[in-house]
């Protein structure tokens, strides 16, 4: 039991003259949520799909509860759960009844109509899939991908178009599943989501990874003190006034950044320095508050501003 949910080593997809994926290493936890990020077409798709033996590396190890999704297939397909990103229901079957056939493929499911309870599907329960809306279908795929009790679950971008109502019950249930000691490996565009909810960020561009850590970790540190106020401020005086090892800068036109080496970040005392050097100065320093890094300042260092084709 003590293999990891998922291991990834080396890992190669091409398509034609595309290498999706680069030479991809990785490492899932059990019983913890780890995000795979990254802009589109950075590769995590095919990633996933590797893992979940829909399609075949061309390079590179994968192992799945210690198994090669591949040869493995069989005994891996009851311990695992999987929802695509779109499609893998018929679209004429009704949501009950995909979920009652899914539950009688697996030994101990969690009762359908539980299930559908809980992601809100009841009242759609006879209704064909193709005329669930997209967040109703997104639900069932995900309540799909729950019931036979995986001790791994693979969701891509499992709240893509849902509503606040739906993706928080979408959260509780990943919680749930984590508490359960459930590994979780999803993909997400939401950088907040992914800072809630992950135990374990993976960042993915051009098909190799440029961060891998606790989620906790990537976003230490780089605290800043922001505010704004009238632009053209001097902020070689401002930075004077501060202890060593700050700097000030103005970023856009009234927008200022007070940073600071201490690894702890802004202290009560430089936030009473800036204050009481602006009132010195008659600035009033609207907004003012202490930033912290957030996945999102991490994610966008790391790959940049430029939109992915
Ligand atoms: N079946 C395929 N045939 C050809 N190229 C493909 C195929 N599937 C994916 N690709 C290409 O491989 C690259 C990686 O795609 P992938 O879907 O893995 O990325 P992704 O990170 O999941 O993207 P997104 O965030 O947009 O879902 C892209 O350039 C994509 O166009």
């Known amino acids: 039991m003590d293999t990891p949910a998922v291991e990834v080593t080396d890992l ?3 398509y034609g ?3 999706a994926v680069a030479g991809l290493s990785f490492t899932a936890a059990r019983g913890a949520v780890t995000a795979l ?3 589109n077409g950075a590769g995590k798709t095919s990633t996933i799909e590797i893992c979940e033996g829909f399609r075949r590396a061309d390079a590179g190890r994968v192992r799945v509860l210690g198994l090669d999704p591949v040869r493995d297939s069989r005994a891996l397909k009851p311990r695992v759960g999987v929802m695509p990103q779109s499609g893998g229901v018929p679209t004429g079957v009704r949501a009950g009844e995909w979920l009652r056939l899914m539950a009688a493929l697996h030994a101990r499911p969690v009762p359908p109509e539980a299930l559908l309870e809980r992601l809100g599907l009841s009242a759609v329960e006879r209704t064909p899939f193709r005329r669930l809306s997209g967040g109703q279908q997104q639900r069932l795929s995900l309540a799909a991908a729950v019931i036979g009790r995986p001790e791994l679950v693979f969701l891509d971008e499992p709240t893509a178009g849902l509503d606040p109502q739906a993706r928080m019950a979408t959260w509780e249930l990943i919680g749930d599943l ?3 000691g459930v590994g979780v490996v999803l993909t997400t565009h939401y950088m907040e989501e992914a800072e809630r909810l992950s135990d374990h960020v993976v960042i993915i561009d ?3 990874v440029v961060a891998d850590g606790p989620t906790s970790d990537l976003t230490r540190g780089g605290q800043e003190l922001r505010f704004r106020t009238r632009t053209g401020l001097d902020v070689s005086a401002l930075a004077a006034a501060l202890p060593a090892g700050c700097a000030v800068a103005e970023h856009g036109a009234g927008h200022y950044t007070v ?3 201490d ?3 802004p202290s009560p005392g430089l936030v009473a320095t800036v204050t009481t050097w602006c009132a010195a100065h008659d600035v009033i320093p609207e ?3 202490v930033h912290r890094r957030t996945l999102e300042d991490v994610f966008l260092e790391l790959t940049g501003r430029d939109l992915r084709n």
């Open 12 to 14: 190669v997809k091409r």
């Open 17 to 19: 003259d595309v290498t």
């Open 37 to 39: 990020l990254g802009p």
């Open 178 to 180: 984590r508490a359960a």
């Open 206 to 208: 051009h098909g190799r």
């Open 259 to 261: 940073t600071c080496a």
């Open 263 to 265: 690894p702890a970040g």
């Open 287 to 289: 907004d003012l508050r």
